[in-house]
C-alpha cells in the first residue's frame, strides 16, 4: 500500500489542524495506520493508531485528549485531528500502516509501509 500524508502547517497554540493520509494500491481495512512524528533532533515517536479489524484507537500519553485519529474507509484515508495544539506538537507528522497486526502496534518496526512526512509548526 502508499500512503500519501497531508495537511501540516503553521498554526498558533491552541489551535487545530487535520492531516490526513490518504492510500493506495489496496484498502486499508486490514492495516492497523499509525501516526508518528519526529522533532528536529529527537527520535521519531508513535503518536496514535487505529486498528482496521477492530476500529480501536490507541494514543501516546502526550496527546491522549488532543488528538483523535479516524478512518474514512470510502475515501481510504485516516485522518489525524490535532487541537489544543502546543509548541511541543512541532515536527515532521509520518503516517504508516501495518498489515494484519495482532495486538497493538507502536513500535516502528511494526509497520512496513510509509508516508512521506508533513510538517507541523506550532508558534507560541
Known amino acids: 500500500v502508499q500512503l500519501q500524508a497531508s495537511g501540516g502547517g503553521l498554526v498558533q497554540s491552541g489551535g487545530s489542524l487535520r492531516l490526513s493520509c490518504a492510500a493506495s494500491?489496496?484498502?486499508?481495512?486490514?492495516?492497523?495506520v499509525g501516526w508518528f512524528r519526529q522533532a528536529t533532533g529527537k527520535e521519531r515517536e508513535f503518536v496514535a493508531a487505529s486498528r482496521g479489524s477492530s476500529g480501536s484507537t490507541y494514543y501516546a500519553d502526550s496527546v491522549k485528549g488532543r488528538f483523535t485519529i479516524s478512518r474514512d474507509n470510502a475515501k481510504n484515508t485516516v485522518y489525524l485531528q490535532m487541537n489544543s495544539l502546543k509548541p511541543e506538537d512541532t515536527a515532521v507528522y509520518y503516517c504508516?500502516?501495518?498489515?494484519?497486526?495482532?495486538?497493538?502496534?507502536?513500535?516502528?518496526?511494526?509497520?512496513?509501509?510509509w508516508g512521506q512526512g508533513t510538517q507541523l509548526t506550532v508558534s507560541s
Open positions: 494500491g489496496r484498502t486499508l481495512n486490514p492495516y492497523t
Open positions: 504508516a500502516a501495518a498489515y494484519l497486526v495482532v495486538g497493538v502496534a507502536k513500535s516502528e518496526v511494526d509497520f512496513g509501509s
